[in-house]
């Protein structure tokens, strides 16, 4: 029996590929594939959060769900006790797996491990994402998350994934059979990342993956307005110490500024500064030479940094270029609609 297992990276698209293998789960079957979705909670923690370090608090946004990092393992050994059943009862020819936090384990060997004790053979794919298309993303999403200004990451200390990271799972999966490809509409097939999985998949088992009905977009960034703003509400917002209620209408906000068909056509973060660019570029240069000749020789490359760098005046101009990038999205207009929806009443 053959696993493909899908591991990220995060922010590549892997929430809508998840819900979208989520909703084709009858049409898969009927195709000898077995798409594993948790009966309940997170999908992405869902196998992954076996491997997690118990030691670390869980975050905010989860708290509702598990008090505990213990209460949240057990509830992810019991997934992969379901996944199991499952697959010793009916045997599927492929099974497909998804989590973008597969990739970032500290120790890949025991998720492999346990993928042995199931499956005769393990194929993976796995979708990273250009540093700099990222980092306006890991932004957005870091705002989300609670972080004050002082908090987010600068260009210059932005650190990129490292290739050890993906080199550890090229090591682990079955020898040939993992696709590593960049996440970039201009090099996915048919543009979005549901058709050119399936592509992977039709190359991997030799036939075709229908999977037809694809969900709306989810897991959207905020318009770059409503991500200023929200930054300013984070000055008076401590995470760790939030309760499950203002956890709760934090969320409400943050959802209905995504809905919101007004702020959807405003401009979302985009790092349009050129010497943050080149900054990010810089120091992931490494990685972006490494996946350039390892992966993408037959794709889309990565552009590489300029052979100069203005690096500017040290870390306290790389906050204020940043501060100036963020609040450049917040126009009157913009913020008043942001406002406006934020205290809307439910």
């Known amino acids: 029996m053959l696993a493909i297992v899908h591991i990220g990276a995060p922010k590549a698209g892997s929430t809508a590929l998840q819900e979208t ?36 608090p869980v975050i905010p946004n989860l708290r509702d769900k598990f008090a505990t990092p213990a209460a949240m393992h057990r509830w992810s050994m019991r997934n992969w006790q379901d996944l199991e059943r499952r697959v010793h009862k009916n045997r599927p020819e492929v099974t497909i797996l ?15 491990g346990a993928l042995r004790t199931i499956f005769d053979e393990i194929a993976v794919i796995c979708y ?25 990451e600068t ?33 996915l097939t048919g543009g979005d990342i549901v058709r050119d999985f399936c592509q992977r998949c039709e190359a991997i ?41 203002t956890i709760a209408a934090r969320r409400g906000v943050i959802m209905r500024l995504r809905a919101d068909p007004v702020l959807a056509e405003y401009p979302r973060l985009k790092l349009d500064d050129a010497r943050m660019a080149q900054c990010i570029r810089r120091n ?20 590489e940094a300029a052979a100069t760098v203005d690096h500017g005046g040290g870390p306290e101009d790389a906050r204020a270029r940043m501060r100036d990038w963020l609040w450049s999205y917040a126009d009157p207009q913009a913020l008043r609609r942001v406002i406006e929806v934020a205290t809307a009443e439910r």
């Open 128 to 152: 990273l994402r250009d540093p700099v298309a990222l980092y306006p993303s890991k932004i957005n999403q870091q705002i989300r998350d609670g972080l004050r200004l002082s908090q987010l």
């Open 205 to 245: 088992i030799g036939r075709p993956v229908g999977m037809p009905r694809v969900p709306e977009q989810s897991n959207e960034s905020l318009c770059g307005a409503a991500s200023a703003w929200l930054l300013g509400v984070n000055e008076t917002f401590v995470p760790a110490y939030a309760s499950l209620e």
């Open 21 to 56: 293998l989520r909703a084709n789960r009858g049409r898969l079957w009927s195709q000898g594939i077995f798409a594993f979705a948790p009966q309940w909670g997170p999908f992405d923690r869902a196998l992954s959060a076996r491997f997690a370090n118990q030691n670390e």
């Open 155 to 187: 260009p210059d200390a932005f650190a990129y994934r490292p290739a050890s990271r993906i080199e550890a799972h090229v090591r682990l999966a079955d020898a040939g059979r993992i696709a590593v490809r960049n996440f970039d509409r201009a090099n």
């Open 98 to 112: 998804s989590s973008e936090h597969f990739l970032d384990l500290a120790e890949p060997e025991a998720l492999y």
């Open 284 to 303: 992931a240069a490494p990685v972006i030479a490494h996946h350039n000749s390892a992966y993408f020789t037959d794709q889309k490359q990565w552009p």
